[in-house]
T-cell receptor
């Protein structure tokens, strides 16, 4: 699986958009970009995934650059409940193992 | 759907004792994963099953650890004998097709004293 690089921490004001970057410069053509988050002491939660096109669901939007070497997870209106560690993972589709890195610790403050 | 169910939620045991962690995946999911999380090492994949068959156990730290999946609705992770360095939160996850993402359980917090 391709290695991903994320900033260790970020801050965001409540109500503002949170933009979390991820670099995956060695991503292969068959590898998806997955985003998960882990709220303190809970199990990780799936957020969104994408291959080439930008994706949006009820939780977030995923913007993938045209060369697929980086992506950004966007939480459009961050709330205090979005405070969590966010993990970006590049891995093939289908059943397979997901390897979690250190992630980005997002703190949303009032 | 009740989600992925793990038991117990908390386990405190003495060094040298056998510990068994249990997981019930979401009905219909055909892949199951065991992870361990510590402050020092983060989330580590221990083993995963597909259609009840172990596919990759390269993350199992040593022979003291074993995992089974006797049927599609149940899996166990056993540590025998347990050691203090096994203290961690152990998560179980399942999915049908990873394109749709894993669903994680709430975890078992294991403390070995």
């Amino acid at each position: 699986d391709a290695k991903t690089t994320q900033p260790p921490s970020m801050d965001c004001a409540e109500g503002r958009a949170a933009n979390l970057p991820c670099n995956h410069s060695t991503i292969s053509g068959n590898e998806y970009v997955y985003w998960y988050r882990q709220i303190h002491s809970q199990g990780p939660q799936y957020i969104i995934h994408g291959l080439k096109n930008n994706e949006t669901n009820e939780m977030a939007s995923l913007i993938i650059t045209e060369d697929r070497k980086s992506s950004t997870l966007i939480l459009p209106h961050a709330t205090l409940r979005d405070t969590a560690v966010y993990y970006c993972i590049a891995a093939p589709g289908g059943y397979n193992k997901l390897i979690f890195g250190a992630g980005t610790r997002l703190a949303v403050h009032p | 759907d009740a989600g992925v169910i793990q038991s117990p939620r908390h386990e405190v045991t003495e060094m040298g004792q056998e510990v068994t962690l249990r997981c019930k995946p979401i009905s219909g999911h055909n892949s199951l994963f065991w992870y361990r999380q510590t402050m020092m090492r983060g989330l580590e994949l221990l083993i995963y099953f597909n259609n009840n068959v172990p596919i990759d156990d390269s993350g199992m730290p040593e022979d003291r650890f074993s995992a089974k999946m006797p049927n599609a609705s149940f899996s166990t992770l056993k540590i025998q004998p347990s050691e203090p360095r096994d203290s961690a939160v152990y998560f179980c996850a399942s999915n049908l097709d990873r394109v749709y993402g894993y669903t994680f359980g709430s975890g078992t917090r294991l403390t070995v004293v």
